[in-house]
């Protein structure tokens, strides 16, 4: 079965230090791979996305993440954060496939603090 | 502005009753989703709609319901049959659902339901 695993559920590290937030999938096919972030309250904000081509993809608040195929997964990273970063993050994950099987599987997120 | 408004933002319940939340795009996305949010559960599937009327259950749909009869509308019913309601309700839109889409998924602010 279709599964995204985040193998951190918390993350703390000080302000202006480097993070990596892990994420691997399972999947046979070929995928399309997202991150997003959830602030307190809110819903999820998309901070990028990996559909096809270069496997670094960069997005908002100078967050990348890197696809690696042959270990199936996509982490996250940054290399300075900012106390502002502080959320709970998700990676999900879309086979290429038509129908419910095409849905989102999404991780069950990550919590990065980040301290002063 | 373009996006996804979720009212109420705050909903209370008492046990036996039954509630609706809204969820209006003006995205002119033809799909549309439900996840509920637990802690640490990370995102489940409540139910999904690629078309206007026409809808499939997620993973969770027991005790809840749904319609789809304008583009621009996917309310959720949280019937008495739901055992647990106590939860972070998202909704969501997409372009499409079809194979080649990226379902990259837009997501409104959210409601939370609180059972008394």
């Known amino acids: 079965a279709q599964s995204v695993t985040q193998l951190d559920s918390q993350v703390p590290v000080f302000e202006e230090a480097p993070v990596e937030l892990r994420c691997n999938y399972s999947?046979?096919?070929?995928?399309?791979l997202f991150w997003y972030v959830q602030y307190p309250n809110q819903g999820l904000q998309l901070l990028l996305k990996y559909l096809s081509g270069s496997t670094l993809v960069k997005g908002i608040n100078g967050f990348e993440a890197e696809f690696n195929k042959s270990q199936t997964s996509f982490h996250l990273r940054k290399p300075s954060v900012h106390i502002s970063d502080t959320a709970e993050y998700f990676c999900a994950v879309r086979r290429n496939y038509g129908g419910s099987q095409g849905n989102l599987i999404f991780g069950k997120g990550t919590k990065l603090s980040v301290k002063p | 502005d373009g996006g996804i408004t979720q009212s109420p933002k705050y909903l209370f319940r008492k046990e036996g009753q039954n509630v609706t939340l809204s969820c209006e795009q003006n995205l002119n996305h033809d799909a549309m989703y439900w996840y509920r949010q637990d802690p640490g559960q990370g995102l489940r599937l409540i139910y999904y709609s690629q078309i206007v009327n026409d809808f499939q259950k997620g993973d969770i749909a027991e005790g809840y319901s749904v319609s789809r009869e304008k583009k621009e509308s996917f309310p959720l019913t949280v019937t008495s049959a739901q055992k647990n309601p106590t939860a972070f309700y998202l909704c969501?839109?997409?372009?499409?659902?079809?194979?080649?889409?990226?379902?990259?998924?837009?997501f409104g602010p959210g409601t939370r339901l609180t059972v008394l």
């Open positions: 999947s046979s096919v070929s995928v399309y």
């Open positions: 969501a839109s997409s372009i499409g659902a079809g194979r080649g889409a990226s379902r990259e998924q837009f």
